[in-house]
């Protein structure tokens, strides 16, 4: 399942590389020698984890449904205009960011603010709905700077 | 947008008088002159919450969606047999839940497990995917039962 | 780290036997060859996550203070009696619960309210203030439960 | 018990116009008009739930706790220095924030990240030990700029 979650978040536009320079943002003020692979290393146990997978593809499948115009109003036009007060797509976003304990949250909640790197580019696409995709790529840059800080303090890197 | 969402959980088998008799039971024995309305009454301002319409319209339209075939795979196959490892529809469920603070989540574990009046009857249903419709009615009998809960205690009611 | 936790349950009554029957209990009608085993490893696998070991920690030094007096009130007296209203401990369990996804959530609910083996216990207790500790046993229960679940259905026991 | 939180916020250096201005910076940008009454009166309401007073008040008490020595190890030294993988702190937050819905987490996060206002003045402290009131104020903050979006957008205010 997890190639599948790979190839959606590519279809959707969204490279590991993308993520990873999210992640690397994130920490390298913390860890100066922070290596680009190390980050790679992290979202692939991110994207290993079956809640994650399943959050993921949840979300873009319904990005994709509201695109189509495939859902019932008027949770159609919610997701399509992504309404202000429409929090569902933080909810997923949380099951995430929540598997490497709650020190993600404050990530999250700063790329969600900042759109940083890719997450700006999916905000303001007019091509496709990107209401969920662009928290969960935050969601998934907040996990997997979670693992890299939970793993240098342990000192398991 | 409450109108709507009370439309569309008769559309799928739920009144709230089903929801009702569930908070009834939950609250009973520590309120024992508890009265069916005042449990009605404590369902209305949990659909009230724009938090909560979200979360019951976006569980339907999945479930829907799923129903009808118009989800890509794998997801269309996880929801439609509600696969034990798939912890979204709980995720949703917890975002109704919290609205009244977390000790709404002991009564929706115990619903979820026990399966409780119409909770069952959906869970067991062949015409229908209730995957996230169970979670959902239950979330909404536990905010109503917590609800009910901080009025008495705080003597509100 | 996790040796002081393993001290500190034991120190306030729970052994790691105890959760291991909840978890047993919990898991054996859907996996009938569950060995007492494979219950005690799951529990050594979620005492080993630092997210864990804080919020277990946490909530004793609460329950002790507590018991000592050692709180300012208001909320001393609250965590005394363990007030009806009171979630800060159900807050703290589920950020254990959710280690492993929401599908703990679920029978962290049930424990709660069934309040099965040692839960029972120490929620009767009238020598200790267990305000706190019930609730993370419940929820170290519920994850290794979850945590089994996920290894039996991704065939990795 | 309202009374108490407010004391005990303004006690450890905490006034509501300290966050009031969090709250006014946080929303001026979508409510050009938005009046600091406006952000003083959503602050009471947040401070009026029960859930946000237990949070409160429970975090500080472990402030004073750790500030006294009146934890036992490992928990003491761990609260005393903030430790980076301690996310106790954020989970109280979460609670508070989650009380008019997820769109509150985003806020939360950026304040965390940025040590906007008192929260960087809280963060900066060497006579107090801060490590949940940062996040408690941040999340009453947050939770506040909700209440405000709601309120504005269903046409309330
Ligand atoms: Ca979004
Ligand atoms: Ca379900
Ligand atoms: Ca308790
Ligand atoms: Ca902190």
Partial sequence: MKDKVKEQLRDRGVELQDIADIVHTLQIAYYPDLLMSTCLDA???VLEKREVQYAVLTGIALDMAAEQG???EPILG???IDEPLYG???ILAMAITNIY?????TSFGYLDKMKIGIIGTLDSSKEQVNTFL?????AIASAS??????AKE???V
């Fill in 154 to 156: 342990t000192g398991l």
């Fill in 101 to 105: 304990g709650t020190i993600g949250i």
């Fill in 88 to 90: 569902v797509d933080e």
């Fill in 134 to 138: 662009d928290d969960l790529v935050a």
């Fill in 78 to 80: 919610t997701v399509q």
């Fill in 70 to 72: 495939n859902l019932p």
């Fill in 43 to 45: 979202i692939d146990a």
């Fill in 145 to 150: 700077a979670a693992k890299i800080a939970h």
